[in-house]
């Protein structure tokens, strides 16, 4: 099927769903993709984590393509006792230590349990061994996509010559799996992009607020505290006034949240309070699917650029 009668300008583009929601938005936006053309288009490569088994909410007919369940990687509990026994083998995990001494380690045997920094530690340890392997596949995937002929219904869709590549990434803010490995994973698909591409990735963000989510109103306080802390350590990190922040990952030599450099270039907050009330979550799923299909596969995407980059220098007129 043709979206347009004219040329529509795209970029490798890799999408990742963390945790729950995140997953549900990659399953809805792979639905809709075929439902437009048929198939997923090759210049565009799907990557779902999460700490545990495929949840429901998604399409009727969801497969399991490009999903990674971390926790069948990684005992977690484990960790977490080994931490508390023998802190100096695992000086990449030395932000865990005030943590750890106060959690059992069984606790952490059934997931992340909305802690984020569970969600961090899994990243820290399976950084090289499960998740830099499956990006860099994709990422690899995108190159070559990128230096084909678009044949039948992919002709209508021309690859940005050199450009940098884009990632979107779905996930909440306020769960132990998403916003866990939410702030690593940006940077880190930052530096993976630049083994496959000339330059690094931009990298977007569309995260869902507590209000999303319909729970016992005596959890409601506990997630708008992850959600707070989450947001409050992305804004400091967008702020060029900081100094850099070395990081440390299991195997891997240390790296640098560079003061210049962002998690996201563009982040958008879904908060879940509409004409419905709150606790929409899935509709908002679909509704962020959409979204993102319409800024990777329609003639809207160059509006929305053009709108975003304007108003992105418009802001940092704003700094002195």
């Known amino acids: 099927m043709r979206i347009s009668d004219n040329h529509i300008m795209v970029r490798p583009t890799l999408i990742v769903g963390l945790g729950g929601t995140g997953t549900l938005v990659c399953q809805w936006l792979e639905e809709f993709m075929r439902n437009v053309l048929g198939v997923v288009p090759p210049f565009i490569r799907f990557l779902k984590l999460d700490t545990d088994a495929l949840e429901e909410g998604g ?3 969801a497969g399991r393509a490009d999903f990674i369940n971390l926790f069948q990687h990684l005992d977690i509990g484990a960790v977490v006792r080994d931490c508390a026994r023998y802190p ?9 230590k005030p943590l750890g001494d106060k959690l059992d380690a069984v606790f952490a045997d059934y997931g992340c349990q909305g802690l984020p920094r569970l969600g961090r530690l899994v990243f820290a340890e399976l950084r090289e061994s499960v998740i830099h392997q499956a990006v860099s596949t994709r990422f690899s995937e995108l190159r070559a996509a990128s230096q084909i002929d678009m044949k039948g219904d992919m002709e209508q869709f021309e690859i940005i010559p ?8 779905a996930a909440s803010v306020c769960g132990g799996t998403g916003a866990g490995l939410l702030i690593d994973m940006a940077y880190n698909l930052r530096w993976w992009s630049r083994e496959a ?7 977007v963000g569309h995260l869902m607020l507590p209000e999303a989510f319909m729970i016992d109103p005596m959890l409601r306080p506990k997630l708008r ?14 702020d060029p006034r900081r100094d850099d922040i070395p990081v440390r990952y299991q195997g891997g030599a240390e790296q640098c949240f560079d003061r210049l450099t962002a998690p996201f270039n563009f982040l958008y907050l879904v908060n879940g309070q509409g004409d419905l009330g709150v606790g929409n979550r899935k509709h908002l799923v679909k509704m962020v699917a959409q979204v ?7 003639p809207a995407s160059k509006l929305v650029a053009s709108e975003s980059n304007n108003k992105l220098a418009d802001a940092l007129g704003l700094y002195d």
């Open 88 to 96: 100096d083998f695992h000086p990449h995990l030395d932000w865990f």
């Open 225 to 238: 505290a992850v959600a707070a802390a989450t947001l409050e350590q992305i804004e400091f990190l967008s």
């Open 162 to 169: 050199g450009g940098a590549p884009a990632v979107h990434i």
């Open 59 to 61: 399409p009727p007919n």
């Open 197 to 203: 591409f000339p330059r690094s990735a931009e990298v």
């Open 292 to 298: 993102i299909q319409s800024m990777t596969l329609e």
